[in-house]
């Protein structure tokens, strides 16, 4: 498998608060890749460094063999164009009903006609398994994890290679998670997607990560399964998927 994103070096400064101190990861094209670490330990910063939301002081990332650290405007928007970013709660517009928001990315940066774009948003829609009677309800009328599924259609709307979740099942009862997980799972499998989600779920380390990164001291304690984890001998990664099981 090839590298999709590479982060080398990578140093991250909020003022005197040091976040990253020579970060290194690699992703690999089509796996579900996670991003580990404790509450303040970076992960977040480092998902929006990938996605040009963020700059960081020192080291650079590739991302499809391409440095984001001097690149142009020009190439960031070309570059953009091959992923998706599923934000947290509220990423849906209120004043559209379900369908309508699945297709706002299509009507904002494509000119395909109207007929066309509802039956990619219709596809999208089931593809991410929400029932057919929620196709023109509003967010406000959706539970949690349904909310989680249009948001998850319409960041597949444009047909990303690559996406990214910041904590996508935080916020929904255990089962709507474990459902959402399995999803998350057979799209990546049937779309040959590469996700790369910031977690601190058990259910999702154990059932839908491929490989993961630890954050740990500014730096990337452990890379790789979770087999190989549970070889790995330091207190502070059996500790911490230890406390993810609460
Ligand atoms: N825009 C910002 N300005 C100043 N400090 C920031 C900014 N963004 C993040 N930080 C700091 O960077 C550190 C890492 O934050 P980050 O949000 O990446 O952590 P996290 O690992 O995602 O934590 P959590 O699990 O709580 O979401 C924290 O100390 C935070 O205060
Ligand atoms: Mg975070």
Redesign the pocket.
Known sequence: MSTIIKARDII?K??T?I?HDGVNIDIKEGEVYGIL??????????M?EMIML?SFQGGDIEVMGKSIKNISYKDAIELKKNWAVLFQFGALYSSLNVIENVSQPLIEYTNLPKEVIEQIALSKLKMSGLKEEATYLFPSELSGGMKKRVALARALAMEPKIMFLD?PTSGLDPVSAENFDRLVRELASLLNLTIVM?T?DLHTIEHVLDRFCV?YEKKILFEGSLEEAKKFEHYALREFLKVGKN
Do not use: A, D, P
């Open positions: 991250t909020f003022g608060n976040v670490g404790g509450s303040g330990s970076g992960k977040s910063t480092l929006r963020q904590e910031v601190h954050i």
